[in-house]
């Protein structure tokens, strides 16, 4: 399982604005490298993430090869409710990855 | 990239404005480049942005990312951190919720590019 970062603040009040950043350890393979011997290193990269607040979903963002290796993506939401934020990866190879985080809206 | 910014925007006339693509002009390392993205929109039920595309002239494929964002985001803008192969033009489309595109573009000097070296 790949190392995942994510920053929700805990508390928030409703209505609020917050910053929500989620970072996560991939090497992003281009699929356009060669290795010493000369043969192409296949593509090996996270294609889409997505972010669910409660169920519903906030932020969906597609990847390429151009995506720096472990990802980093910072974006914003409204506090509408206590609940859990959850954060989905998937990309090549099979690779999935969630993540979730708790805040509490007063 | 003419042709992958097609296929996002169809035949709908990109405007100029609104958009604003924060980039370092001048990168040493094209393999890690922070960017971001913010757009000028109340982001209100009515009127909000729907999608930001990234895309570059000279990487070996034109996408960078693509984001889709609904109006309870709050404020239109996002960060991220993407590899950059060559000095070149990187370009921010932003599509709102009433079918208008809206740009703006950046040219970025790369004095070390990204994914074509060799491992």
Redesign the interface.
């Given at each position: 399982m790949a190392r995942a970062l994510i920053s929700v603040p805990a508390k928030a009040a409703r209505g609020e604005i917050i910053t929500i950043k989620a970072l996560i350890s991939h090497h992003m393979e281009t699929g356009f490298r060669h290795s010493t011997t000369g043969e192409l290193i296949a593509r090996d990269i996270i294609t889409s993430f997505v972010c669910r607040y409660n169920g519903e979903e906030i932020f969906r963002a597609d990847l390429s090869p151009a995506t720096a290796a472990n990802p980093f993506i910072a974006f914003y939401t409204r506090a509408t409710e206590s609940g859990t934020i959850v954060f989905e990866w998937t990309g090549d190879n099979g690779f999935s990855a969630t993540e979730q985080a708790a805040i509490s809206v007063e | 990239m003419r042709a992958a910014i097609r296929t996002v925007v169809g035949e709908n006339q990109i405007n100029k404005g609104k958009v604003t693509l924060d980039i370092p002009p001048l990168v040493e390392n094209g393999?890690?480049?922070a960017c971001?993205v913010a757009v000028d929109s109340p982001m209100t039920t009515s009127d909000y942005v729907t999608a930001i595309h990234i895309f570059?002239e000279k990487?070996?494929?034109p996408?960078?990312?693509?984001?889709?964002?609904?109006p309870?985001?709050?404020?239109a803008?996002?960060?991220?951190?993407?590899?950059?192969a060559d000095t070149q033009r990187v370009i921010a489309i932003a599509q709102l919720s009433d079918g208008s595109f809206w740009s703006d573009s950046v040219d970025v000097v790369v004095t070390l590019g990204?994914?074509?070296?060799?491992?």
């Open positions: - | 393999s890690t480049v971001s570059n990487n070996p494929q996408n960078v990312i693509g984001v889709h964002l609904g309870r985001a709050g404020r803008r996002f960060s991220t951190r993407i590899r950059l990204a994914c074509l070296e060799d491992s």
